[in-house]
Structures are given as structure tokens and as C-alpha cells.
T-cell receptor, first 117, second 117 residues
């Protein structure tokens, strides 16, 4: 069974600083995808960044980047130049690729990020 | 492109009643997945529909059912509501074709907040 673990229930960062959110996962499969989603108070789940397990290069999206360590089954999210709008719940998720993921994202419990002005 | 839409946004029901939630995916997306989000259990996968067929199912009782129409819109039904069914119900759409993380990325709607009294 797949599991995703986020060990930091809450994190805080000063505006313009950098913060890293941790995520570890467990799977016996070799082909899967990993995601970070953001859920602000409005409750809309927004895709932040995604990574294919077979790609060694870490994904980046503007101020967001990941540190993907496949052997360690670690997928941390780094947010640079933090902004007030980054305050939200962040969820790490994985899905197996069975020639089509067929839904079934497995989510971690989330990390609540606060940004201090 | 319009995003994923869900109706209604809020619902209040009493125990024993049934409820139907609706989800319209992003244009061109044929896969719709449903998730339940509660403070205690977090985000849990309910089921996934692709081309009007249920392709994958989570571990929920038979009171939870769904269907998908030819235009890819999906409905989720919960019969004989229990207090524990109070949750945010999220639907997500993707192309469902599989093959790469782009086609398998799920985009979420704003959710339907169901309260069971």
C-alpha cells in the first residue's frame, strides 16, 4: 500500500524568506508521479508542482522547487521569496502510473504554512 | 479554459436523507475523481470515472455511488446519510489518457461542503 507522510503539521516563514516543507512516501512501485497541492482558506485545491519518478531532474515552477530523492523516497518542497499569498495548507500526494493513474491520489496529512509580514 | 465546477457549494441535510453532488470537468477531460476531506481522516479517494465507466474505487461503503454522463459530467450520490458523512467533497478532472504526468495531473474543483445534522 502506498503511504505519504508529512511530518510537519505547521510551519512558519518570514515574508521574502525561504522555507522547505518535508514529504516522504512509501511505495513498491517504480512508476509513479508526485505532486504538491496548495489549499488556501477558500478550500480550492491548487496544483503547485509535479514530478515524474523516472526523471532525476528536480522540477521547478517559478519560486517553487522540489528536492526529489528517489532512493530515500523523499519529495520536499522549497518556497523561495515567500509571499503572504503563499499562506495555505500544503499537501504532498502520490499516484501510481498504471498506464493511466485512474485517480486515487494518496495524500499526506498536510502542512499548514503561515507567512509573517 | 474554465476550471472544474461543483454544485452546490454548500448543503445541509439530516441523517437518513440522500444527497447528490455534481461535478463538471475541464473541457476535454474525460476522467473525474471524487475525494472526501475531513479533519480526522484527511483526503480520501472515493472513486474515479472515465468514459462513463467506474475505473477505480476507494474503500467506502456502498452508500457512496457515482456515475458519469456522456459529456463527462459526473454525479456522486450518498444514500442514508450519517453524521460522519459531513465533509468537504472534492472532485478532480484529468484527461485520463495516461502516459505522462501532464495527462494524469488532476485539477480540483472548489468542493461541496456537506453538513449532516
Amino acid at each position: 500500500a502506498q503511504t505519504v507522510t508529512q511530518s510537519q503539521p505547521e510551519m512558519s516563514v518570514q515574508e521574502a524568506e525561504t522555507v522547505t516543507l518535508s514529504c516522504t512516501y512509501d511505495t513498491s512501485e517504480s512508476d509513479y508521479y508526485l505532486f504538491w497541492y496548495k489549499q488556501p482558506p477558500s478550500r480550492q485545491m491548487i496544483l503547485v508542482i509535479r514530478q515524474e519518478a523516472y526523471k532525476q531532474q528536480n522540477a521547478t515552477e517559478n519560486r517553487f522547487s522540489v528536492n526529489f530523492q528517489k532512493a530515500a523516497k523523499s519529495f520536499s518542497l522549497k518556497i523561495s521569496d515567500s509571499q503572504l499569498g503563499d499562506a495555505a495548507m500544503y499537501f504532498c500526494a502520490s499516484v501510481m502510473n498504471y498506464g493511466g493513474s485512474q485517480g486515487n491520489l494518496i495524500f499526506g496529512k498536510g502542512t499548514k504554512l503561515s507567512v509573517k509580514p | 479554459k474554465a476550471g472544474v465546477t461543483q454544485t452546490p457549494r454548500y448543503l445541509i441535510k439530516t441523517r437518513g436523507q440522500q444527497v447528490t453532488l455534481s461535478c463538471s470537468p475541464i473541457s476535454g477531460h474525460r476522467s473525474v475523481s471524487w475525494y472526501q476531506q475531513t479533519p480526522g481522516q484527511g483526503l480520501q479517494f472515493l472513486f474515479e470515472y472515465f468514459s462513463e465507466t467506474q475505473r477505480n474505487k476507494g474503500n467506502f461503503p456502498g452508500r457512496f455511488s457515482g456515475r458519469q454522463f456522456s459529456n463527462s459530467r459526473s454525479e456522486m450520490n450518498v444514500s442514508t446519510l450519517e453524521l460522519g458523512d459531513s465533509a468537504l467533497y472534492l472532485c478532480a478532472s484529468s484527461t485520463g489518457r495516461g502516459g505522462n504526468v501532464g495527462t494524469d495531473t488532476q485539477y480540483f474543483g472548489p468542493g461541496t461542503r456537506l453538513t449532516v445534522l
